[in-house]
């Protein structure tokens, strides 16, 4: 069966950086886009960005274009997402996930951002 889980969250400061990863296991992994999304405190799902099947397209969410970076290494079965510059309304539960609207995703990583 498909799984998905992320590890690299935590607790950071304004301004600061953290990488997160998710390892895919169940499906052929170098074949699908991938995506991360995010949930915020009593808000929905958002869309943070997405990367195609080889890495070689990538499209990010305005609110992180610029700080945030999406790879994927299809020999680990790992995507990655490197967080810079963080600000406090990047506090959310991040997911990777094989769809867009996030119906096959991890448990998600906790990122707290706060000084």
């Known amino acids: 069966q498909v799984q998905l889980v992320e590890s690299g969250g935590g607790l950071v400061q304004p301004g600061g950086s953290l990488r997160l990863s998710c390892v895919a296991s169940?499906?052929?992994?170098?074949?699908?886009?991938m995506y991360w999304l995010r949930q915020a405190p009593g808000k929905g799902l958002e869309w943070v960005s997405t990367?195609?099947?080889?890495?070689?397209?990538?499209v990010y969410a305005s609110s992180v274009k610029g700080r945030f970076t999406i790879s994927r290494d299809n020999a680990k079965n790992t995507l990655y997402l490197q967080m810079n510059a963080l600000k406090s309304e990047d506090t959310a539960v991040y997911y990777c996930?094989?769809?867009?609207?996030?119906?096959?995703r991890g448990q998600g990583t906790q990122v707290t951002v706060s000084s």
């Open positions: 996930s094989k769809d867009p609207k996030g119906t096959t």
């Open positions: 990367i195609s099947p080889l890495g070689r397209s990538t």
């Open positions: 169940g499906f052929t992994f170098s074949t699908f886009a």
